[in-house]
């Protein structure tokens, strides 16, 4: 077993188990936590690809400003301890028994795929060099029109949350 | 790496993204389980990129690289999606003093 299947074994570990832990938390603020825990796992499986841009972006969009976003409003709101009323035990059971079952029926779809191999640690399309030439080459009009969404979207943001 | 691996890694994240949104009743956590369900798709986007490199290589050296671009706009999107979505919410919190989406039935009567 090469360094790069160990690595692979452990970020996956590591990755379904913190997300298993955003959604049993009760507190909102660990769900956070955790969730910061599986966008740096899955940052690392991004390196372990060679994709190092989306690996860096991935970490500084949404484990620097998303998160810090959600972090803002659940202090915002003081839900730091559990506000969420006990629900239905047969309710959350239906839910897991209705998401197991998607489980199965896309495992059992895929099971049998192609055995295709994915290239670890080498490759240099993942580069800032290659990337940026296809997004500034091909790519130009969906980046300016991405930046016109944002502009939408913060506009949206500030009249939404503006007190009437 | 078998690109088989990759497909059930994101699946099973996908599904614990889903069972979020069922069971949890807190709107902050099903918007967080939705960002949990946009980064499994990520995943498998650049997996799937790579054995595209792979098979792909020898004709185009840049074979793959749309995949990765495809990943960076949903960020994007993403990222919108969080801002307006979350001003949503606290406007929420605002007018019930809450953030229970079972609040949300309005609708109904």
């Known amino acids: ?29 660990y769900s956070v936590l955790w969730l910061i825990v599986t966008f740096f796992t899955i940052s690392g499986h991004y ?55 998607l489980l199965l029926v896309l495992v059992a779809a895929l099971r049998h795929t192609e055995k295709s191999m994915t290239e670890l640690a080498t490759g240099n399309i993942g580069l800032i060099q290659n ?34 | 790496m078998p690109i088989n691996y990759y497909i059930f890694l994101s699946i099973a994240l996908f599904v614990i993204g889903i069972i979020g949104v069922l069971t949890r009743r807190n ?27 792979l098979a792909n290589a020898a004709v185009n050296s840049a074979a793959g690289n749309e995949g990765q671009l495809f990943v960076f706009f949903i960020m994007v999107v993403a990222a919108a999606e969080v801002s307006v979505g979350l001003a949503i919410i606290v406007m929420l919190y605002r007018n019930t003093h809450s953030v229970d989406v079972n609040f949300l039935n309005r609708l109904k009567h």
């Not at chain 1, 692979?8 to 959604?23: H, R, Y």
């Not at chain 1, 790519?139 to 930046?147: A, G, K, L, N």
Request: aromatic content about 10%; overall charge positive.
């Open chain 1, 1 to 29: 077993m090469s360094i790069t299947e160990i690595l692979f074994w452990v970020l996956s570990i590591i990755t379904l188990f913190s997300a298993l832990m955003v959604i049993t938390s009760k507190n909102p603020v």
């Open chain 1, 47 to 101: 390196v372990l690809l060679n994709a190092q841009f989306l690996a860096i972006v991935n970490i500084i969009v949404y484990a620097g400003a998303i998160m810090v976003l959600f972090l803002f409003v659940i202090m915002l709101m003081n839900l730091n301890k559990d506000t969420e009323p006990q629900k239905n035990k047969w309710l959350k059971l239906a839910g897991a028994v209705a998401g197991g079952s």
């Open chain 1, 131 to 164: 990337l940026g030439k296809a997004l500034f080459n091909d790519y130009v009009v969906p980046f300016e029109i991405s930046s016109i969404l944002f502009l939408s979207a913060m506009v949206g943001a500030v009249v939404i949350g503006k007190r009437e």
């Open chain 2, 27 to 53: 709107a902050i956590i099903i918007f967080m389980c939705i960002e949990l369900m946009l980064n499994a798709v990520n995943l498998l986007l650049v997996a799937f990129s790579k054995m595209h490199h």
